[in-house]
């Protein structure tokens, strides 16, 4: 039984979001969808945390706090990027001030395309992520 | 016949008691006159360690059987008081007159009077079977006086040379300093062993002085008017001592502190109790006349730590603990509980508030006297133990306290607690010790602790309820206060400051010496009741004592002792093998790198500030002060009306 | 008493403390509209837990939550063995000393609020649960829980306001709203994670076993107010100990938190009037 998959603790930041990723990251904490019967608790602490979800994508102010961010989780640990801004930028790619997708600054395991990211394709992207998680688990 | 062995015994073994209080005067004189600096500091140490191994001596030889004496000499020693009395109060009168402080000078002058008007006519009548008694309780405070004391004026010698360093602007008049701390420790032996009360006022009123000089040492405007106030609050104690004695000599015809506390405490004698308790209690600058004690915090350290914690402050609760078999349930024993107890939760409640270290640790040793106070005058034999352990552990731990303060003060620069994060990085040492000397004061399994605990049972046992409600604030508060403190030096901010100066090995080793004796009274306590209290407070009581914790329980405390002395030692191995991966510190993920700064708006570095809380709406001393001298001088009245009434 | 028995309870504490913690979730989800996840999940979170790499700031914080357990671990023992109360009290303050301490080590800020809080939290509570074993003590002669437990009558009939005094702040004890400033299971990002903010993998499985154990202790204080000599009266204090954790569960999940002034003011004043008046009337009795 792999315990990594019974209890992923997620970090969500948001990056250069609008935020509708983020409110529908949020609406999976809701009783609609009910992610913490996966055991998922949202910490806002990367030391706590197993998996980090990013919305937005990445500009100059936020690379450094992204790097930080990831380098503060400990292993092993899983990136979800959320929403098509995450991806590669979106509809935004083009802005002066974006730099692209979070792929540019740290390593992803799982892309959840959509603008905005539907609930149900989060709470599949997780769990895609959990299956990662365990991989790297047997692999330190 | 047993009379007759006592007294030869007294004549000829009397040599080392003698020696015990002249020979700290001998080192005083030679201190003062010697001008050059490492003679005279070789003196201080030989002086000091001199003193430490007659008190050994004395505890040694008497321990046992204690002893009785009188004095051949007799009328020669109170000539010689006599003399010396009317010189102090002439230069106290004087220098009252000259500093137009002159409700000192009117104190001075009637309580020289009285007693030497005393002295002079109803004392020739009364017979003195014992001047001096040497008890358990005398061992326990010798021991503490000398060993304690001897340490510190060794630490002095270190501590002073960096002070004037520092301090340029003061004139140096160390021999001056050290000669005043050794006549002290003579005066403190004086009034432990006195059982002949004008004696004893003798030298309660020399330890005034005493602590007068030391508070004025650096002669600037603030140490001359905190040094009065101390003056002008003692001698209102010492006019009190006086009128309690002249009302025994007279109405009682004795002057013995013995024949005093073996009487039974009927309407009558609670007047000169009740004068004698308030003299107790300003000594130990129980509220309202706590002010001499905050403001006596002006000079040098050593002397904070000697008279201000450790030894003069005790002398007060000493004769409380004495008077015990007269307070108790009476009017006067439950002014002086409540007294006590306002003390307690009130400075409890303003040490939380407090930031400058020595603040804290007056306004500690404040809430911890008034616990002694609590203790001894409730009077049940479980009360009295634990007051004597409160005096022994809180003797040891807050003179650990105050020196270490002092040498932090020197290394760092400042004595604000705030700024002591930096500790570790300068000196792990200090600040080891730092924390054993704070543990020591309010943690299981150290000793305040145990004493608290029988406290507790003590006051639950004697129907105390109100004060048992207090000790449970006060504790709380105490936590508090501690808590943050030790927090404040375990954290490792910026590990690369450089210490301003010198540790000498002259504060080091009392530093450690004092540590180690924390350590160590925690595991040795059971020893010190089994062979010292239970045997006084049997003697005191008439029936056999009991030890208020069971002895699984001092099983149990052990293993906690153990514990908290090996856990820590295992870690070592585990820290020093450490593989971990190094994290920063999480500010949001702004954190440049050194765990110290973050980038703000714009992109600016700025430095993280850590504080404590302190709370001051609440608990500071602008709120609290004026509250609690109107509840504690209310009290004190209430006594009196409560004791005028007893005897309608 | 037998080594095998204090084992056993030191084994099984944790064990008890994490399926009540699992029960308290599954309630809250419920009240909340949600089905909650699995009963044994606080175990399946320290499990995962011990399974991260070990990362620190630092490196001595960690070990304070090493000694805060030692110490909780033995004040469970003391009390469910039928030792001195008051004794574990003082072990469970030496404890949560160190709790605090380790806050303060890492040099965080948010630990250090959390630290901050924590102290808090204690001086506010910590007058009651001294008042409540001076209260047991008064009325059973006795500071022993054996003695306690094991008298005529239970002590909830001498110490009625003592016991509504406890479960006041026994919401501080158990962390939950609206007392819970220092780390909050719930409103995990007031300030981050409050006191726990720099501690991962191993070290923050400690300090969630740390808590069972915390859970088990509280609950064992609300025991001995009911338990008798009579065997039934035994399993009629489990029952009144379930309900009181689910009186604290709902008060968690209906009321927000407060600031820290009235945190202290309302715990002090409750502590003050309940204790004062109850050990005051009992005084007359005795």
């Known amino acids: ?140 | ?648 | 008493m037998n080594i095998l028995i204090l084992i056993g309870i030191a084994m099984l504490a944790p064990v008890a403390g994490g399926l009540l913690t699992g029960i308290d979730r599954i309630i809250s989800a419920r009240l909340q509209g949600r089905q909650g996840p699995p009963l044994l999940q606080p175990f399946y979170d320290v499990l995962k837990l011990c399974q991260k790499e070990s990362i620190e700031v630092n490196s001595m914080h960690r070990f304070f939550v090493y000694i805060s357990l030692a110490f909780v671990v033995f004040t469970t023992v003391i009390l469910l063995s039928g030792g001195d109360i008051l004794l574990a009290i003082f072990a469970l303050t030496l404890g949560s000393v160190f709790f605090v301490l380790g806050g303060y080590a890492s040099n965080s800020p948010y630990n250090t609020i959390g630290s901050e809080r924590e102290l808090l939290q204690i001086m506010a509570y910590e007058p009651m649960v001294l008042l409540t074993c001076v209260g047991l003590y008064y009325a059973e002669n006795s500071f022993f829980v054996k003695d306690i437990v094991a008298a005529q009558t239970p002590s909830i009939v001498y110490l009625p306001g003592v016991f509504f005094g406890l479960i006041f702040i026994l919401t501080f004890k158990l962390r939950k709203s609206p007392f819970d400033l220092s780390m909050s299971h719930h409103g995990h990002q007031e300030i981050v994670k409050g006191i726990t903010t720099e501690y991962s993998g191993k070290d923050l499985a400690v300090i969630e076993v740390t808590h069972w154990y915390e859970v088990i202790i509280a609950l064992a204080l609300v025991y001995v107010f009911f338990a008798t000599a009579a065997p039934m009266s035994h399993v009629f204090a489990v029952i009144v100990c379930l309900l009181v954790y689910l009186l604290e569960i709902i008060i968690d999940n209906g009321a927000a938190r407060v600031k820290w002034q009235q945190a202290l003011k309302s715990a002090w004043i409750v502590t003050g009037i309940m204790g004062t008046v109850n050990l005051i009337i009992l005084s007359f009795f005795k």
């Open chain 1, 1 to 140: 039984m792999s315990v990594v998959k019974k209890s992923p603790w997620i970090l969500h930041y948001d990056g250069t979001s609008c935020n509708g990723c983020d409110i529908e990251v949020l609406a999976c904490l809701t009783p609609l969808y009910d992610v913490e019967r996966f055991g998922i608790i949202n910490t806002g602490n990367p030391k706590h945390a197993d998996i980090l979800l990013i919305t937005g994508s990445v500009n100059e102010q936020n690379i450094p706090v992204v790097k930080q961010l990831y380098e503060q989780m400990p292993d092993p640990k899983a990136v979800v990027a959320v929403g098509i801004c995450a991806t590669s930028g979106g509809i935004f790619a083009e802005c002066y001030n974006v730099v692209g997708g979070v792929g540019k600054v740290i390593p992803v395991d799982v892309y959840v395309p959509g603008c905005a990211a539907r609930p149900e394709s989060i709470i599949d992207g997780v769990v895609k992520a959990l299956d990662i998680l365990e991989e790297k688990r047997k692999k330190r």
């Open chain 2, 1 to 648: 016949m047993t009379d007759i062995i006592k007294q030869k015994q007294g004549d000829e073994c009397m040599g080392a008691i003698t020696g015990l209080i002249l020979f700290p005067l001998a080192a005083a004189l030679g201190i003062l006159l010697v001008k050059n600096d490492e003679v005279r500091n070789m003196i201080v140490r030989v002086g000091a360690a001199g003193t430490a191994v007659l008190t050994l001596v004395v505890v040694g030889l008497y321990f046992k059987s204690g002893i009785a004496l009188s004095f051949r000499l007799e009328k020669a020693i109170e000539a010689v008081m006599a003399i010396a009395e009317t010189a102090i109060a002439v230069y106290v009168i004087s220098i009252g007159i000259k500093y137009k402080k002159y409700v000192i000078s009117v104190l001075s002058f009637v309580q020289a009077s009285a007693m030497l008007c005393f002295e002079f006519t109803v004392k020739h009548n009364i017979e003195v079977k014992h001047a001096m008694i040497f008890d358990k309780l005398t061992a326990i405070m010798v021991l503490v006086i000398g060993l304690v004391g001897s340490l510190i004026c060794i630490y002095a010698v270190g501590y002073m040379k960096t002070y004037h360093i520092h301090h340029k602007e003061y004139k140096e008049r160390k021999n001056f300093f050290f000669a005043v701390l050794f006549l002290f420790l003579s005066a403190m032996f004086g009034i432990v062993l006195s059982n002949d009360l004008t004696w004893m006022y003798f030298c309660w009123e020399l330890t005034t002085l005493c602590s007068f000089l030391l508070i004025g040492y650096t002669r600037t405007k603030e140490a001359r008017n905190n040094s009065f106030r101390a003056l002008l609050i003692n001698l209102g104690g010492g006019v009190a001592f006086a009128a309690g004695i002249i009302f025994i000599g007279i109405y009682y015809k004795t002057l013995e502190l013995s024949v005093v506390t073996s009487m039974k405490p009927e309407a009558a004698m609670m007047i000169p109790v009740f004068f004698l308790s308030l003299a107790a209690l300003t000594k130990s600058a129980q509220l309202p006349f706590s002010s001499w004690l905050l403001g006596a915090m002006v000079a040098p350290t050593p002397s904070s730590a000697l008279l201000h914690s450790a030894t003069m402050v005790k002398a007060g609760v000493y004769l409380i603990i004495r008077l015990a078999p007269l307070l108790g349930a009476t009017p006067v024993g439950k002014t002086v509980t409540f007294v006590g107890g306002i003390t307690f939760l009130a400075c409890s409640l303003m040490a939380i508030s407090q930031s400058d270290a020595k603040k804290i640790l007056a306004y500690s040793t404040l809430a911890n006297l008034g616990l002694i106070v609590i203790c001894a005058s409730i009077g049940t034999q479980e009360s009295l133990w634990a007051a004597i352990l409160l005096i022994i552990f809180h003797a040891v731990s807050k003179s650990l306290l105050f020196i270490s303060v002092g040498s932090i003060e020197h290394q760092i620069g400042n004595r604000d607690v705030e700024n002591m994060d930096v500790l570790l990085g300068i000196s792990k040492k200090l600040a080891l010790y730092m924390m054993i000397g704070i543990a020591g004061m309010f943690l299981a399994p150290f000793g305040m602790l145990i004493s608290k605990w029988v406290a507790m049972k003590a006051f639950i046992d004697s129907n105390n309820v109100i004060i048992v409600i207090i000790l449970a604030y006060g504790s709380a508060a105490t936590l508090f206060y501690w808590t943050k403190w030790m927090g404040k030096l375990v954290s490792r901010a910026n590990m690369n400051q450089q210490s301003e100066s010198k540790f000498h090995l002259d504060e080091e080793i009392p530093i450690t010496i004092l540590a180690g004796m924390v350590v160590v009274s925690c595991f040795t306590f059971p020893l010190v009741s089994k062979y010292a209290l239970i045997p006084y407070l049997t003697e005191v009581f008439g029936r056999t004592a009991l030890i208020p914790i069971g002895t699984n329980d001092i099983k149990l405390m052990l293993c906690m002792l153990s514990m908290l002395i090996l856990l820590p030692i295992s870690f070592i191995p585990i820290y020093k093998n450490d593989k971990r991966r190094k994290v920063p510190v999480y500010m949001a993920g702004e954190n440049t790198g050194d765990n110290e700064t973050f980038y703000g708006a714009m992109n600016e570095k700025r430095k993280m500030e850590l504080s404590n809380w302190y709370m001051v709406d609440y608990f500071g001393p602008k709120r609290l002060t004026l509250w609690s001298d109107v509840i504690a001088a209310a009290i004190l009245v209430s006594g009196v009306i409560m004791m005028i009434g007893g005897m309608a």
